[in-house]
C-alpha cells in the first residue's frame, strides 16, 4: 500500500474518533475550557518552554531575543502543532495565531469562515546553539501530511493549509531543500507553500498552549511527540 493510501485510510478512521467540523469543536463556542481540566496534563507539561516568542501581539513586529532566531509553521489544527514543537529541545517559545491573511486583526470565528486568507499558525523561538532550522523542518514534514490541500485529516478549509513561513533568504533555501527530499518519499505532489512571513496576529489566549493545559491531543498528527 502506497503512503499515500495509507494516510487517506487514516485520516478516514479518525473521522470517528475526532469530527467534522467547520474548525475545532471545543473551541469553537470561543469560550475557554474549564480550569478542572487542566489538572492531569500539568505533570506532562514542558514548564521550561515559553510561551512569547518574538514578542508576538496583534501584527507588531517580531523580535527574537538574544541570539535566538523565529520560524513560523502551518500544519494543520494549531493545537496539535504547537503541542509537537514545544517537545522539542531547543525551542524557547511557542505561540499560536494566524498568519499569511490579508485582514487586520482576525479573531478566531473570523479565520474560520475561510474568507480571511489567514493559515492557523505556530510561531517558534529556537536556539540554534541546541537545534537547528533543519531539524524543525524535519520536525514539520514529520507531523503532519503534507500532500493535502486546504485541509489536514478531518479538518477542510484554506485556514489549514501547509505553509512554511520564512524569515531570511537562508530559510528560504532550507525550506526549499527540505520540501524537495521530502517530495523524493511521497507519491503525490507536496502542497505545502514557502512564503515570507506576513504580519503574525496572536490568535486569543485560549488557544495557547491548548494541548498542555488540557491534555487534549485530539487534533490529528502523523507522529507520537515521544518520536521527534
Request: aromatic residues 8%; proline residues 7%; negative net charge.
Amino acid at each position: 500500500m502506497s503512503h499515500r493510501s495509507i494516510r487517506l485510510l487514516a485520516a478516514a478512521v479518525s473521522l470517528f474518533a475526532y469530527p467534522l467540523s467547520a474548525c475545532h469543536g471545543a473551541a469553537s463556542s470561543g469560550a475557554p475550557e474549564s480550569a478542572s481540566t487542566t489538572t492531569g496534563a500539568q505533570a506532562a507539561m514542558p514548564t521550561h518552554v515559553g510561551t512569547d516568542p518574538g514578542h508576538a501581539g496583534d501584527g507588531t513586529a517580531l523580535t527574537p531575543t538574544g541570539n535566538d532566531q523565529l520560524a513560523a509553521f502551518a500544519a494543520g489544527c494549531f493545537w496539535g502543532v504547537e503541542d509537537a514543537f514545544r517537545h522539542v529541545p531547543g525551542v524557547v517559545a511557542t505561540a499560536v495565531g494566524y498568519a499569511g491573511g490579508h485582514t487586520e486583526h482576525p479573531t478566531y470565528e473570523d479565520v474560520c469562515t475561510h474568507t480571511t486568507g489567514h493559515a492557523e499558525t505556530v510561531l517558534v523561538e529556537f536556539d540554534p546553539q541546541k537545534v537547528t532550522y533543519d531539524k524543525l523542518l524535519k520536525v514539520f514534514f514529520t507531523i503532519h501530511d503534507p500532500t493535502e490541500v486546504n485541509r489536514q485529516g478531518p479538518d477542510v478549509g484554506s485556514n489549514y493549509r501547509s505553509v512554511i513561513f520564512f524569515f531570511s533568504p537562508d530559510q528560504q533555501k532550507a525550506a526549499e531543500a527540505a520540501k524537495t527530499a521530502k517530495a523524493h518519499e511521497e507519491d503525490a505532489p507536496i502542497a505545502t507553500q514557502i512564503v515570507p512571513i506576513s504580519p503574525f496576529w496572536k490568535a486569543e489566549a485560549y488557544h495557547q498552549q491548548y494541548s498542555e493545559r488540557t491534555g487534549d491531543h485530539s487534533c490529528p498528527l502523523n507522529a507520537k511527540l515521544p518520536t521527534l
